[in-house]
């Protein structure tokens, strides 16, 4: 069946940011006692929502959790909230989706970490709804956020009419975060996110 709205992972996925993230949670958790190195970052918490990130790595109880949290958000706009973070052709795309489908982000980042890229980059329109941390008890990767979206989008629908791309193995997998063996269980692995592939995935 053809699908009735269109939901995009933020991170890593519309905002080819990964690395960036990497960096930030790398010199963050440094500066609060607990090095961390890239690999570890991409084997172990890449994925996951940015407050699910710190807690995992620091431990729940660490008095640093809070604050590492906001920091990250800080860091993160400085150096992405110009919206050169998401590509032309992924643009492109969105608009694309978004002139024939409701289209959404549900996110494991924090709502002020999203917005001005999307404003940035001319994308904020495009999208119906936004689901961020800040908007569900239990991140990613429960599905809270999702079930979310789907109620905001519309309240008939069901997740099978709801096309996904993420870049872990939840709905379409875009390559460039996981290993393209840990993204196994996906329904499809794509390179990139483009105007031909949304014309192939919502015809």
């Given at each position: 069946m053809r699908p009735r709205a269109v939901i995009f992972d933020f991170n890593?996925?519309?905002?080819?940011d990964e690395p960036i993230l990497c960096e930030i949670f790398v010199e963050l958790f440094a500066e609060h006692g607990k090095p961390m190195s890239a690999q570890e970052y991409f084997d172990e918490l890449?994925?996951?929502?940015d407050p699910e990130v710190v807690r995992t790595w620091l431990g729940r109880e660490h008095p640093d959790v809070d604050e590492v949290i906001r920091e990250r958000i800080v860091r993160y706009r400085a150096a992405v909230a110009d919206g050169s973070s998401i590509p032309d052709e992924v643009k492109a795309a969105v608009r694309h989706a978004a002139e024939r489908v409701p289209v959404a982000i549900v996110?494991?980042?924090a709502r002020e970490e999203i917005e001005p890229v999307l404003e940035a980059a001319g994308l904020r329109a495009a999208f119906t709804v936004l689901v961020s941390s800040d908007d569900v008890e239990r991140g990613k990767p429960e599905p809270d956020g999702y079930v979310r979206a789907l109620e905001l989008l519309?309240?008939?629908l069901a997740p099978a009419d709801a096309l996904v791309f993420e870049d872990t193995e939840a709905g379409i997998a875009v390559l460039g975060t996981l290993a393209p063996e840990r993204l196994a269980a996906a329904d499809e692995i794509v390179e990139r996110i483009d105007v031909p592939l949304i014309q192939r995935?919502?015809?």
């Open positions: 890593g996925t519309l905002s080819q890449a994925g996951l929502s996110s494991g980042a519309d309240g008939d995935l919502l015809s």
